[in-house]
Antibody
Protein backbone atom coordinates (compact mmCIF):
# COMPACT_ATOMS: atom_id res chain seq x y z
CA UNK A 1 0.00 0.00 0.00
CA UNK A 2 1.26 3.48 -0.87
CA UNK A 3 1.23 5.56 2.30
CA UNK A 4 3.05 8.01 4.55
CA UNK A 5 3.10 7.72 8.34
CA UNK A 6 4.40 10.57 10.48
CA UNK A 7 5.75 10.21 14.01
CA UNK A 8 7.78 12.13 16.55
CA UNK A 9 5.35 14.83 17.57
CA UNK A 10 4.77 15.81 21.17
CA UNK A 11 5.08 18.52 23.78
CA UNK A 12 8.29 20.56 23.81
CA UNK A 13 9.30 23.72 25.62
CA UNK A 14 10.03 26.96 23.79
CA UNK A 15 13.61 26.95 22.57
CA UNK A 16 13.68 23.17 22.45
CA UNK A 17 14.18 20.73 19.59
CA UNK A 18 12.22 17.90 18.03
CA UNK A 19 12.73 15.58 15.07
CA UNK A 20 9.75 14.41 13.05
CA UNK A 21 9.87 11.25 10.94
CA UNK A 22 7.79 10.23 7.96
CA UNK A 23 7.99 6.59 6.94
CA UNK A 24 7.02 5.87 3.35
CA UNK A 25 5.78 2.61 1.92
CA UNK A 26 4.91 1.61 -1.62
CA UNK A 27 7.29 4.08 -3.27
CA UNK A 28 10.85 5.43 -2.91
CA UNK A 29 11.33 8.67 -1.00
CA UNK A 30 14.65 9.48 -2.65
CA UNK A 31 13.11 9.33 -6.15
CA UNK A 32 10.46 11.90 -5.33
CA UNK A 33 10.10 15.49 -4.24
CA UNK A 34 8.93 15.40 -0.60
CA UNK A 35 7.44 18.20 1.47
CA UNK A 36 6.36 19.12 4.98
CA UNK A 37 3.18 21.13 5.52
CA UNK A 38 1.82 22.31 8.86
CA UNK A 39 -1.51 23.51 10.21
CA UNK A 40 -1.80 25.44 13.45
CA UNK A 41 -4.93 24.71 15.52
CA UNK A 42 -7.94 26.27 13.83
CA UNK A 43 -5.75 27.85 11.15
CA UNK A 44 -4.95 27.25 7.49
CA UNK A 45 -2.36 25.11 5.76
CA UNK A 46 1.21 26.39 5.60
CA UNK A 47 3.90 24.93 3.33
CA UNK A 48 7.10 24.43 5.37
CA UNK A 49 9.82 22.78 3.33
CA UNK A 50 10.67 20.61 0.32
CA UNK A 51 13.53 18.30 -0.61
CA UNK A 52 14.03 17.47 -4.26
CA UNK A 53 15.11 14.06 -5.50
CA UNK A 54 18.54 15.56 -6.22
CA UNK A 55 18.84 16.77 -2.63
CA UNK A 56 18.14 20.49 -3.06
CA UNK A 57 16.10 21.92 -0.20
CA UNK A 58 13.92 24.98 0.28
CA UNK A 59 12.20 26.44 3.34
CA UNK A 60 9.44 28.86 4.19
CA UNK A 61 10.78 32.12 5.58
CA UNK A 62 9.10 31.38 8.91
CA UNK A 63 11.32 28.34 9.56
CA UNK A 64 14.48 29.08 7.58
CA UNK A 65 17.58 28.66 9.71
CA UNK A 66 15.71 26.69 12.40
CA UNK A 67 14.30 23.65 10.55
CA UNK A 68 16.17 21.12 8.43
CA UNK A 69 14.59 18.65 6.03
CA UNK A 70 16.46 15.44 5.24
CA UNK A 71 15.93 11.82 4.28
CA UNK A 72 17.42 8.41 5.01
CA UNK A 73 17.37 6.41 1.81
CA UNK A 74 18.10 3.11 3.58
CA UNK A 75 15.05 3.58 5.80
CA UNK A 76 12.91 5.19 3.07
CA UNK A 77 12.10 7.91 5.60
CA UNK A 78 11.78 11.69 5.48
CA UNK A 79 12.73 13.85 8.48
CA UNK A 80 12.17 17.35 9.77
CA UNK A 81 14.64 18.51 12.40
CA UNK A 82 13.14 21.45 14.30
CA UNK A 83 15.33 23.64 16.52
CA UNK A 84 14.75 26.83 18.54
CA UNK A 85 11.05 26.03 18.60
CA UNK A 86 8.55 28.82 19.26
CA UNK A 87 4.93 28.68 20.48
CA UNK A 88 3.83 29.69 16.97
CA UNK A 89 5.34 26.45 15.63
CA UNK A 90 2.53 24.55 17.39
CA UNK A 91 0.71 22.68 14.63
CA UNK A 92 -0.14 19.38 13.04
CA UNK A 93 2.75 18.55 10.73
CA UNK A 94 1.98 16.60 7.56
CA UNK A 95 4.51 15.04 5.23
CA UNK A 96 3.49 14.84 1.61
CA UNK A 97 4.79 13.52 -1.68
CA UNK A 98 4.87 15.82 -4.70
CA UNK A 99 3.48 14.71 -8.03
CA UNK A 100 3.46 16.52 -11.36
CA UNK A 101 0.33 17.43 -13.29
CA UNK A 102 1.20 20.58 -15.19
CA UNK A 103 3.22 21.72 -12.20
CA UNK A 104 4.29 20.25 -8.88
CA UNK A 105 1.55 19.60 -6.38
CA UNK A 106 1.00 17.44 -3.28
CA UNK A 107 -0.46 14.09 -4.35
CA UNK A 108 -0.07 11.90 -1.24
CA UNK A 109 -0.43 13.00 2.36
CA UNK A 110 0.19 11.42 5.73
CA UNK A 111 -2.27 11.75 8.60
CA UNK A 112 -0.09 14.22 10.48
CA UNK A 113 1.62 14.44 13.86
CA UNK A 114 0.90 17.12 16.45
CA UNK A 115 3.69 19.32 17.80
CA UNK A 116 2.91 21.49 20.82
CA UNK A 117 5.40 24.14 21.90
CA UNK A 118 4.53 25.31 25.38
CA UNK A 119 6.04 25.77 28.81
CA UNK B 1 6.53 36.77 0.47
CA UNK B 2 4.02 35.45 -2.04
CA UNK B 3 0.39 35.26 -0.97
CA UNK B 4 -2.78 33.69 -2.30
CA UNK B 5 -5.92 35.39 -1.00
CA UNK B 6 -9.29 33.68 -0.55
CA UNK B 7 -12.56 34.82 1.07
CA UNK B 8 -12.85 33.47 4.64
CA UNK B 9 -16.25 31.91 4.13
CA UNK B 10 -18.92 31.05 1.57
CA UNK B 11 -22.39 29.89 2.52
CA UNK B 12 -24.96 28.33 0.19
CA UNK B 13 -28.14 26.27 0.39
CA UNK B 14 -28.10 22.68 -0.88
CA UNK B 15 -28.34 22.63 -4.68
CA UNK B 16 -27.00 26.15 -5.10
CA UNK B 17 -23.66 27.09 -6.66
CA UNK B 18 -20.69 27.97 -4.47
CA UNK B 19 -17.82 29.96 -5.95
CA UNK B 20 -14.49 30.39 -4.21
CA UNK B 21 -11.89 32.78 -5.54
CA UNK B 22 -8.11 32.75 -5.15
CA UNK B 23 -6.09 35.83 -6.00
CA UNK B 24 -2.35 35.84 -6.62
CA UNK B 25 0.08 37.83 -8.72
CA UNK B 26 1.78 34.77 -10.21
CA UNK B 27 -1.42 32.99 -11.27
CA UNK B 28 -1.24 34.26 -14.87
CA UNK B 29 1.89 32.12 -15.23
CA UNK B 30 1.34 29.36 -12.65
CA UNK B 31 -1.35 26.72 -12.33
CA UNK B 32 -3.76 26.70 -9.40
CA UNK B 33 -4.64 23.53 -7.53
CA UNK B 34 -7.53 23.14 -5.11
CA UNK B 35 -7.69 21.00 -1.98
CA UNK B 36 -10.70 20.07 0.12
CA UNK B 37 -10.10 19.46 3.83
CA UNK B 38 -12.77 18.06 6.08
CA UNK B 39 -12.47 18.34 9.85
CA UNK B 40 -9.66 16.23 11.27
CA UNK B 41 -8.61 14.87 7.89
CA UNK B 42 -5.74 15.40 5.49
CA UNK B 43 -6.46 17.52 2.40
CA UNK B 44 -7.76 15.93 -0.80
CA UNK B 45 -7.07 17.29 -4.29
CA UNK B 46 -10.27 18.29 -6.11
CA UNK B 47 -8.90 20.36 -9.03
CA UNK B 48 -5.51 20.46 -10.75
CA UNK B 49 -4.02 22.55 -13.58
CA UNK B 50 -6.62 25.29 -12.96
CA UNK B 51 -9.62 23.33 -14.14
CA UNK B 52 -9.01 19.57 -14.41
CA UNK B 53 -10.72 17.09 -12.12
CA UNK B 54 -8.95 14.02 -10.66
CA UNK B 55 -10.66 10.68 -11.03
CA UNK B 56 -13.21 10.09 -8.31
CA UNK B 57 -14.04 13.77 -7.82
CA UNK B 58 -17.71 14.56 -8.59
CA UNK B 59 -18.48 16.50 -11.76
CA UNK B 60 -20.05 19.30 -9.71
CA UNK B 61 -16.49 20.46 -8.91
CA UNK B 62 -14.95 22.64 -11.60
CA UNK B 63 -12.22 25.25 -11.83
CA UNK B 64 -11.12 28.13 -13.98
CA UNK B 65 -8.46 30.82 -14.03
CA UNK B 66 -8.23 34.23 -15.60
CA UNK B 67 -5.48 36.74 -15.00
CA UNK B 68 -4.56 36.90 -11.34
CA UNK B 69 -7.65 35.02 -10.14
CA UNK B 70 -8.51 31.33 -10.00
CA UNK B 71 -12.00 30.14 -9.16
CA UNK B 72 -13.34 26.88 -7.74
CA UNK B 73 -17.02 26.28 -8.48
CA UNK B 74 -19.25 23.73 -6.79
CA UNK B 75 -22.39 23.44 -8.91
CA UNK B 76 -25.31 22.03 -6.99
CA UNK B 77 -23.49 21.93 -3.67
CA UNK B 78 -24.26 19.02 -1.37
CA UNK B 79 -24.17 18.86 2.42
CA UNK B 80 -21.15 16.56 2.15
CA UNK B 81 -19.23 19.37 0.40
CA UNK B 82 -19.02 21.31 3.65
CA UNK B 83 -15.30 21.68 4.25
CA UNK B 84 -12.39 24.08 4.11
CA UNK B 85 -11.00 24.68 0.63
CA UNK B 86 -7.48 25.84 -0.15
CA UNK B 87 -5.91 26.95 -3.41
CA UNK B 88 -2.27 26.01 -3.91
CA UNK B 89 0.41 27.22 -6.27
CA UNK B 90 4.06 28.23 -6.47
CA UNK B 91 5.62 31.64 -6.64
CA UNK B 92 7.36 32.81 -9.80
CA UNK B 93 10.76 31.78 -8.43
CA UNK B 94 9.47 28.16 -8.12
CA UNK B 95 11.34 27.78 -4.85
CA UNK B 96 8.35 28.24 -2.59
CA UNK B 97 4.95 26.65 -2.62
CA UNK B 98 2.07 28.46 -1.01
CA UNK B 99 -1.45 27.72 0.13
CA UNK B 100 -4.27 30.20 -0.07
CA UNK B 101 -5.72 31.61 3.12
CA UNK B 102 -8.55 29.08 3.02
CA UNK B 103 -12.33 29.30 2.61
CA UNK B 104 -14.87 27.59 4.84
CA UNK B 105 -17.81 26.41 2.76
CA UNK B 106 -21.09 25.92 4.60
CA UNK B 107 -24.00 24.15 2.92
CA UNK B 108 -27.26 24.50 4.83
Amino acid sequence: EVQLVESGGGLVQPGGSLRLSCAASGFTVSSNYMSWVRQAPGKGLEWVSVIYSGGTTYYADSVKGRFTISRDNSKNTLYLEMNRLRPEDTAVYYCAREGFLGDWYLDLWGRGTLVTVSS
Amino acid sequence: SYELTQPPSVSVSPGQTARITCSGDALPKKYAYWYQQKSGQAPVLVIYEDGKRPSGIPERFSGSSSGTMATLTISGAQVEDEADYYCYSTDSSVTHSVFGTGTKVTVL
